[in-house]
T-cell receptor
Framework: DGGITQSPKYLFRKEGQNVTLSCEQN?????MYWYRQDPGQGLRLIYY???????QKGDIAEGYSVSREKKESFPLTVTSAQKNPTAFYLC??????????FGSGTRLTVV | KNEVEQSPQNLTAQEGEFITINCSYS?????LHWLQQHPGGGIVSLFM???GKKKHGRLIATINIQEKHSSLHITASHPRDSAVYIC????????????FGEGTQLTVNP
């Protein structure tokens, strides 16, 4: 079955460390997205990519970086510059005029 | 003011009740999505609407483009319907990105 795989499900990071969240899709979708969810708030867009080797900043890109070297993969790096990284991170993909598919999320905690 | 507003924020119902969740938005859109998020965090897409009404099982979604309003209805609610329901819009000029409401926490008691 096609879908999106996010890993790991839970991630713990020490302050000052970079950490990379994985997102892989086998749906042949062109567009991929990273969202952040905090308690009591709607999902907010971090970065998105509509084509391989191209990506755009979303509303809260500071302290994050991405790459899109393959259509299937859109990893997100949470850098030490992100001041409040503890959150739930969701990856999604879409194809023109079709709905979205979401991953199961990664819960990142800074310890 | 958020571009996408949902009401109510929290909703508690008894099993079997008819449930309505509302979504209002302030921008021009090309599509509206209703999503379901279970306690584990994963999100499932329920509906994508650009006009009219869609039905899937006990779920019905409607949209009124002129009034910039959509509703999600659940008939004969069941405890397994307990989840967060999220409205999201794809703005007409923003390509494929979505803007999300804050979600409605639904609890259905047996």
């Amino acid at each position: 079955d096609g879908g999106i795989t996010q890993s790991p499900k839970y991630l713990f990071r020490k302050e000052g460390q970079n950490v990379t969240l994985s997102c892989e899709q086998n749906l042949n979708h062109d567009a991929m997205y990273w969202y952040r969810q905090d308690p009591g708030q709607g999902l907010r867009l971090i970065y998105y990519s509509q084509i391989v080797n191209d990506f755009q900043k979303g509303d809260i890109a500071e302290g994050y970086s991405v790459s899109r070297e393959k259509k299937e993969s859109f990893p997100l790096t949470v850098t030490s510059a992100q001041k409040n990284p503890t959150a739930f991170y969701l990856c999604a993909s879409s194809r023109q005029d079709y709905g979205y598919t979401f991953g199961s999320g990664t819960r990142l905690t800074v310890v | 003011k958020n571009e996408v507003e949902q009401s109510p924020q929290n909703l508690t119902a008894q099993e079997g009740e008819f449930i309505t969740i509302n979504c209002s938005y302030s921008v021009g859109i090309s599509a509206l999505h209703w999503l379901q998020q279970h306690p584990g965090g994963g999100i499932v897409s329920l509906f994508m609407l650009s006009s009219g009404k869609k039905k899937h099982g006990r779920l019905i979604a409607t949209i009124n483009i002129q009034e910039k309003h959509s509703s999600l209805h659940i008939t004969a609610s069941h405890p397994r319907d307990s989840a967060v329901y999220i409205c999201a819009v794809r703005e007409g000029t923003s390509g494929s990105r979505l803007t999300f409401g804050e979600g409605t926490q639904l609890t259905v008691n047996p």
